[in-house]
């Protein structure tokens, strides 16, 4: 059974820093083909935040504060810079495998106050 286990939210103000990570378990190191990192704010849909896979991608509204990065094979590090408020979400690890199967964590809340 394939898990994946959050950490690193809270409460920050504006221009402060957090950062979150996610290890999986459960699953064959070789079978992963991308962890990543997505958000949903109330009110608005999932959408991805940073994927890192074969290639590296970025929300355009992220790109230059947020940096993605695999510690190791099954954990996977969201670094956030610059906080704003809009980047008030749940942001949920995913885990994407060569298999074609997807893998959700429960979620973590990140508030950023102005």
């Known amino acids: 059974q394939v898990q994946l286990r959050e950490s690193g939210g809270g409460l920050v103000q504006a221009g402060e820093s957090l950062r979150l990570s996610c290890v999986a378990s459960?699953?064959?190191?070789?079978?992963?083909?991308?962890m990543g990192w997505y958000r949903q704010a109330p009110g608005k849909q999932r959408e991805l935040v940073a994927l890192k896979g074969d290639n590296t991608k970025y929300l355009d509204s992220v790109k230059g504060r947020f940096t993605i990065s695999r510690d190791n094979t099954k954990k996977v590090s969201l670094q956030m810079n610059s906080l704003k408020p809009e980047d008030t979400a749940v942001y949920y690890c995913h885990l994407h495998t060569r298999t074609g199967s997807d893998y959700w964590g429960q979620g973590t809340q990140v508030t950023v106050s102005s």
């Open positions: 459960g699953v064959i190191s070789s079978n992963i083909n991308g």
